[in-house]
Nanobody
Framework: QVRLVESGGGRVQSGGSLTLSCAASGGIFNFNAMAWYRQNPGKRRELVAKITSVGTRNYADAVKGRFTISAITGENSVSLQMNNMGPDDTALYFC???????????WGRGTQVTVSS
């Protein structure tokens, strides 16, 4: 059973930085991609950043130039460095994995990020 556990959320002031981490546990995995999504109450979950197994990165327009996604090869973990944050970055952030083995889509439970103005 794949389990994704996020950490690093918290409260920060506008202009500040946070780093989120996500670690997979429960076995030996081979991921197509890992990503970070975020969601606010009453709104759809949206993609923040994604990294594939070959290192291709994609970012939402709202975070380009401020956020950086990184994967630690062989450790099934991914991080999200968030800089120059603003109140619009406030959300519950979820880790996501598209796994080849074991096959499936997996989600973490989320970590709250709050940016105060």
């Amino acid at each position: 059973q794949v389990r994704l556990v996020e950490s690093g959320g918290g409260r920060v002031q506008s202009g500040g930085s946070l780093t989120l981490s996500c670690a997979a546990s429960g076995g030996i995995f081979n991921f197509n991609a890992m990503a970070w999504y975020r969601q606010n109450p009453g709104k759809r979950r949206e993609l923040v950043a994604k990294i594939t197994s070959v290192g291709t990165r994609n970012y939402a327009d709202a975070v380009k130039g401020r956020f950086t996604i990184s994967a630690i090869t062989g450790e099934n973990s991914v991080s999200l460095q968030m800089n120059n944050m603003g109140p619009d970055d406030t959300a519950l952030y979820f880790c996501y994995a598209d796994s080849v083995s074991p096959r499936g889509i997996y989600w973490g439970r989320g970590t709250q990020v709050t940016v105060s103005s």
